[in-house]
């Protein structure tokens, strides 16, 4: 019997996915002051305010605004490969129908903050003391980061769990 195909049903983890994202964005920029270091964890994990007008790592972020649209029609084009995608997925593939729709969720998440601000919103600083910093990141860029490391397991055990 073949498998069911469509894995549409997984979208709700996307729409969580925006929600958190863009409910912490608003908590962040309600009570975060630009680049004013919040300690969570002493010289380990802060919550700072920090807009990104570029990609990742703030890729492009010094360009004249183009960067914007530029980015945004990325997204738009990743989201609507995303779905198609899981719309032809074998509902059996759960890790890989999460991690879609994981990166599918901070994607739009993301691509909102651009089309509406103009920039993404960070406020996740991790470091260590006040030596060495990785960028501020958000909900969105995390969703994405677990779903692309998911793909990524799911192609090794995948392939083992089809050879065996």
């Given at each position: 019997m073949?498998?069911?195909?469509?894995?549409?049903?997984?979208?709700?983890?996307s729409?969580?996915?925006?929600?958190?994202?863009?409910?912490?964005?608003?908590?962040?920029?309600?009570?975060?002051?630009?680049?004013?270091?919040?300690p969570?964890?002493?010289?380990?994990?802060?919550?700072?305010?920090?807009?990104?007008?570029g990609?990742?790592?703030?890729?492009?972020a010094?360009?004249?605004?183009?960067?914007?649209?530029?980015?945004?029609?990325?997204a738009?084009?990743v989201?609507?490969?995303?779905c198609?995608?899981?719309?032809?997925?074998?509902?059996?593939?759960?890790m890989?129908?999460?991690?879609?729709a994981?990166?599918?969720?901070?994607?739009?998440?993301?691509?909102?903050d651009?089309?509406?601000l103009?920039?993404?919103?960070?406020?996740?600083?991790?470091h260590?003391?006040q030596?060495?910093?990785?960028?501020a990141?958000n909900i969105?860029d995390?969703?994405?980061?677990?779903?692309?490391?998911?793909?990524?397991?799911?192609?090794?055990?995948?392939?083992?769990?089809?050879?065996?």
């Amino acid at each position: 019997m073949p498998e069911a195909k469509g894995s549409l049903a997984w979208l709700w983890l996307s729409v969580l996915v925006i929600a958190l994202d863009q409910l912490s964005k608003w908590i962040a920029v309600s009570n975060l002051e630009m680049y004013h270091q919040v300690p969570v964890i002493e010289g380990l994990f802060s919550f700072t305010l920090a807009y990104n007008t570029g990609a990742a790592f703030s890729f492009l972020a010094d360009a004249a605004g183009w960067q914007r649209w530029l980015f945004a029609a990325i997204a738009v084009v990743v989201s609507v490969v995303l779905c198609i995608w899981l719309s032809r997925l074998d509902r059996s593939k759960r890790m890989e129908a999460i991690a879609l729709a994981l990166i599918l969720g901070g994607a739009l998440g993301n691509l909102y903050d651009r089309v509406v601000l103009g920039h993404v919103v960070d406020f996740i600083l991790v470091h260590w003391q006040q030596r060495w910093f990785f960028p501020a990141f958000n909900i969105a860029d995390s969703a994405i980061t677990v779903g692309a490391g998911l793909l990524i397991v799911d192609m090794f055990v995948g392939k083992k769990q089809a050879e065996s």
